[in-house]
Nanobody, 123 residues
Framework: VQLQASGGGLVQAGDSLRLSCAASGRTFSTSNMGWFRQAPGKEREFVSIITSGRITYYADSVKGRFTISRDNAKNTVYLQMNSLKPEDTALYYC??????????????????WGQGTQVTVSS
């Protein structure tokens, strides 16, 4: 399985972006798909996850502003980011888990990671 993240860019505070993560392989529909981010000098942190059953969870810092969704026909998971803030600036990664999920990016539950897409929000 390979994950290809895209959609990042440079925007101003208050703007929106939609990230995409396209997955290869036949197991996408049964995988839990997550987004994480890592700002310069900081640890990688949980952003959101959508389970195979379409249950969603969000970090408190993005709740109400970000929406995760998935299109199993396209093997793609999305992260709609609205009302972006400078503190959202980070490299955003998608991850896939064939069983379970975790808020920890260091959990062995994540089998695959994408290469990351940069989001920069200017004030």
């Amino acid at each position: 399985v390979q994950l290809q993240a895209s959609g990042g860019g440079l925007v101003q505070a208050g703007d929106s972006l939609r990230l995409s993560c396209a997955a290869s392989g036949r197991t996408f529909s049964t995988s839990n798909m997550g987004w994480f981010r890592q700002a310069p000098g900081k640890e990688r942190e949980f952003v959101s996850i959508i389970t195979s059953g379409r249950i969603t969870y969000y970090a408190d810092s993005v709740k109400g502003r970000f929406t995760i969704s998935r299109d199993n026909a396209k093997n793609t998971v999305y992260l709609q980011m609205n009302s972006l803030k400078p503190e959202d600036t980070a490299l955003y990664y998608c991850a896939a888990s064939s069983s379970g999920w975790s808020r920890s990016p260091y959990s062995p539950t994540y089998d695959y990671w994408g290469q990351g897409t940069q989001v920069t929000v200017s004030s």
